[in-house]
């Protein structure tokens, strides 16, 4: 039986998924796609994390999408209200009749003489029974995002075994999990932690979050007062438009001043969580990081919920290091010990490129840390292949809009051109290279290897700037002559030259 074939194969239908059959639909819309997504629903990321509290950790003014307001009116909203905005999105543009759902994608491999993808994947029936199916596809374009999904990240604990309470992971939440009346550890100070911690110390005996060292946090209102009143007098679009433009825009500035006023910014910053807690605590130890703002990401805090938790005596913020588990909890480096009956690694995710898939060239594996991005969304030598990375230091969703669209603008350059290949292609072998992401997080240290190089100067390099993003992709030329156009016989396009030679 021959492979089915699709002008675009996507991998995930979370909500960068749902964005390119968006994109696809209303911008090339007699191309043929499907999308495969390994879980039973829609969703991705916010289908998948069912721990206590989960929600957004940027407002989802920007979170959303760009082509459909956000009218819930929280803006740092619950997991599941962006869970069914995801899937209203899908349903009302019929994005949803294209999923293929319990397809887990296991190898790409790419064919220049058929300029063609071979995808290899494995479907679920209701029994768990998995049969291979194979499809072929023009372009490849990867939405699975940037962490593993089977397991997230926990250190070897020493003594792991020894502790007689459960040991929990975020990413793996027991389904009905009760932790009312007990005493909870959480390990980790990052979003997931500051989510956990006032969640849980509602029916919790105690909740103790154990910090190696602090993060920067910043409390916001969980509404939008503007959002919400525009939203009464005026017509969506603008309701919507109006405040996601002032939050991209104070987004952009306080990240400027970041980096101008690193000093400065911090001193604010820990100064802004001192006046939220009780006077006299211990805000130099436990609160004040040791690296200047956004070298890792900051933290936000709805309504100042982890500090009221705090400052009410049903929490507590330990800062040391861990020397082994015991019985009863954790002892720390320092000799004290920890007592728990349940204790929650909130220790991080797993990066890996394109959703774990094997991907190969004319036969020759992909080595993801030997390739540089182009355009932070394709990689140097790999045709027809696209994938979404969102941004670090602002909203995921506003840099997966401009990806999307920019994919559209290429396919139907193509089709303009009489091309079916197009593969970055990166003449300059001395090109001085620095890591794709610029940030000190220990979840991104720890995967440097296998992700991608960038270089110093466009396309070469991976913008964290909206504004740069947008000059970039929709306002630049598809033919920028870094991309190699060619057809499925091997005749090469001659590349546009730029317009500086």
């Not at 020397?323 to 954790?330: A, C």
């Not at 091997?490 to 730029?498: D, M, S």
Request: proline residues 5%; contains cysteine; charged residues 25%.
């Amino acid at each position: 039986m021959s492979a089915e074939h699709f002008d675009v194969l996507i991998i995930g239908a979370g909500l960068s998924g749902i964005d390119a059959g968006w994109h696809l639909n209303h911008y090339a819309p007699k191309k043929t796609y499907v999308i495969l997504e390994n879980r039973e629903r829609i969703g991705g990321t916010w289908d998948l994390f069912r721990y206590p509290g989960i929600r957004s950790d940027s407002d989802m003014l920007t979170m959303g999408y760009r082509f459909k307001p956000w009218t819930h009116d929280s803006a740092i909203s619950p997991g599941e209200a962006i869970r069914e905005y995801v899937t209203e999105t899908a349903r009302e543009d019929g994005v949803d009749r294209h999923i293929r759902f319990r397809h887990n994608v296991i190898s790409a491999a790419w064919d220049s003489a058929a300029a063609r993808w071979t995808i290899s994947a494995t479907k679920r029936d209701d029994a768990g029974k998995e049969t291979a199916v194979t499809y072929t596809a023009n372009f490849l374009f990867s939405c699975a995002g940037y962490y593993r999904y089977s397991a997230g990240y926990t250190p070897d604990f020493a003594g792991r075994d020894r502790f007689k309470g459960t040991v929990i992971h975020p990413q793996h939440w027991p389904e009905g999990f009760s932790y009312d009346g007990k005493r909870v550890v959480i390990i980790g100070s990052g979003a997931t932690a500051v989510t956990l911690l006032p969640n849980m110390a509602r029916t919790a005996a105690h909740v103790t979050m154990l910090q190696r060292s602090p993060t920067y946090y910043v409390s916001r209102p969980e509404k939008d007062w503007l959002a919400n009143l525009l939203r009464r007098i005026l017509p969506a679009s603008w309701a919507y438009a109006i405040p996601r433009w002032r939050n991209i825009l104070f987004q952009r500035f306080f990240f400027n001043l970041s980096r101008k006023k690193p000093q400065q910014t911090a001193e604010r910053l820990v100064q802004g969580v001192a006046d939220l807690l009780p006077k006299g605590f211990d805000v130099k130890t436990h609160f004040t990081p040791s690296y200047n703002p956004w070298d890792q990401r900051l933290c936000l805090v709805p309504d100042a919920d982890l500090f009221q938790a705090i400052s009410a005596g049903k929490a507590d913020v330990v800062t040391d290091h861990i020397d082994t588990f015991t019985e009863k909890g954790i002892r720390l480096k320092s000799g004290k010990e920890l007592e728990a009956d349940v204790i929650v690694t909130a220790t991080g995710l797993q990066l890996e490129m394109i959703g774990g898939v094997k991907v190969s060239v004319d036969g020759k594996p992909v080595e993801w840390g030997k390739t540089f991005t182009y355009k932070g969304l394709m990689y140097s030598g790999v045709p027809n292949l696209a994938s979404v990375f969102g941004y670090t230091n602002a909203s995921w969703t506003l840099r997966a809009d401009l990806i999307c669209e920019w994919v559209t603008r290429l396919i139907n350059h193509m089709d303009e051109k009489g091309v079916q290949i197009a593969t970055p292609v990166l003449k300059d072998t001395n090109i001085k290279s620095g890591p794709w992401l610029d940030f000190s997080s220990g979840y991104v240290q720890r995967s440097l290897s296998m992700l991608p190089k960038q270089g110093p100067e466009a396309p070469w390099r991976q913008n964290q700037n909206y504004f740069a993003d947008i000059k970039e992709m929709r306002k630049s030329p598809i033919d920028d002559g870094f991309l190699v156009f060619s057809r499925a016989s091997g005749e090469e396009e001659k590349p546009a030259k730029r317009a500086a030679e």
